[in-house]
C-alpha cells in the first residue's frame, strides 16, 4: 500500500498548472453550459420546471467527469507503457499490484475533485444540497466506486493495446452511450421500455440516482418518484467496481509478462 501511495503522489505531484485548471474549469463549463442550455429543453420533464433542472443532472455531470477522469487516466497509462516508464516500475522492488493501485487512486482522486466542483457550481446556480453529511460521505463513496470501475475498464484497455487511436475508438463507444442510456439526464420513467432496460444495466444510472437520494434536498421529487433503491444503488456499484478492477488486474498481468 505504501508504494501505491508513493506512486499516487508521484502522479498528482505531476499536475501543471494547465491541467489543474482544466480539472477545474471542465465541470464548470459541463454545468453552465450543458445545464443552462439543456434545462429549457429538458426541464419540462422535472418537477418544478427548468428551475430544477441544474439540480437534477448534476448528478449525471458527476458521472460524465468521472468517465472522463477515468479515461485520461487510461490514456497516462498508455503512454507510460509506450515510453517504457512502467519497465522501471516493475523493477524497482515494490508490489506489481501497488503499481495498478496507484494509478486508480489518482483517477479517483482527481474524480472526487471534479465531483466537489460540480455540487458547488450546482450550489451556486440554484441546486439544493442535503443537510445530511453522513449522506455526502455515501456520496463520496458511490463517486470513488463509479470512478474504480471505469478506471479498472480504462486500464484494461490501455495494457492490451498499443495504439492511441485504438484505445480512444474503443473508449468512444462507451462514452456518450453510458451518458445518454441513463436516467441522467431525464427521468427514468420518461424513457421507452427499452431504453429503460438499458439504463437499469447501465452503473450509471445507479451512481447519478444514489447521489440524488444521498446528496440533493428532495431528490425523489426531482426524478418524479421512479429513483432506484437506494440498496440497489450501492450493490451495483459494489460489483461494477469489483468488475472493473478484475478486468484491469487480469489485463494488467498479461501485459508485464
Known amino acids: 500500500m505504501n508504494a501505491a501511495i508513493t506512486l499516487w503522489n508521484k502522479q498528482m505531484s505531476k499536475l501543471s498548472g494547465e491541467e489543474t485548471f482544466g480539472l477545474l474549469i ?17 426541464g419540462s420533464a422535472v418537477p418544478g420546471g427548468d428551475d430544477f433542472y441544474i439540480a437534477f443532472m448534476a448528478p449525471g455531470i458527476v458521472a460524465l467527469s ?13 503512454d507510460e507503457r509506450m515510453r517504457g516508464i512502467v519497465k522501471e516500475y516493475l523493477v ?22 471534479q465531483a466537489i466542483v460540480i455540487f458547488v457550481i450546482g450550489v451556486l446556480m440554484g441546486a439544493q444540497i442535503a443537510n445530511n453529511p453522513p449522506g455526502w460521505v455515501g456520496g463520496i463513496l458511490l463517486v470513488a466506486g463509479y470512478s474504480i470501475g ?10 492490451k493495446t498499443n495504439d492511441p487511436g485504438a484505445y480512444h475508438a474503443v473508449i468512444f463507444l462507451l462514452n456518450l452511450p453510458l451518458l445518454f442510456l441513463s436516467n441522467a439526464l431525464y427521468p427514468l420513467s420518461s424513457l421507452p421500455q427499452w431504453m429503460q432496460i438499458g439504463a437499469r444495466i447501465n452503473p450509471t444510472s445507479y451512481v447519478v440516482d444514489g447521489l440524488r437520494q444521498l446528496v440533493l434536498t428532495n431528490g425523489n421529487g426531482l426524478a418524479s418518484g421512479e429513483l432506484l433503491p437506494l440498496w440497489q444503488c450501492a450493490v451495483a456499484i459494489i460489483l461494477f467496481a469489483t468488475l472493473g478492477m478484475w478486468l484491469a488486474y487480469v489485463a494488467f498481468r498479461s501485459a508485464i509478462r
Open 66 to 78: 468521472a468517465l472522463g477522469g477515468a479515461i485520461a487516466g487510461g490514456s497516462v497509462w498508455l
Open 26 to 42: 471542465q465541470p464548470i463549463l459541463w454545468v453552465v453550459l450543458f445545464g443552462v442550455g439543456m434545462k429549457g429543453v429538458m
Open 92 to 113: 524497482a522492488p515494490i508490489p506489481r499490484l501497488s503499481i495498478l493501485l496507484g494509478n486508480t487512486f489518482t483517477i479517483v482522486t482527481k474524480s472526487l475533485f
Open 150 to 159: 471505469f478506471a479498472g475498464i480504462a486500464l484494461a484497455l490501455a495494457s
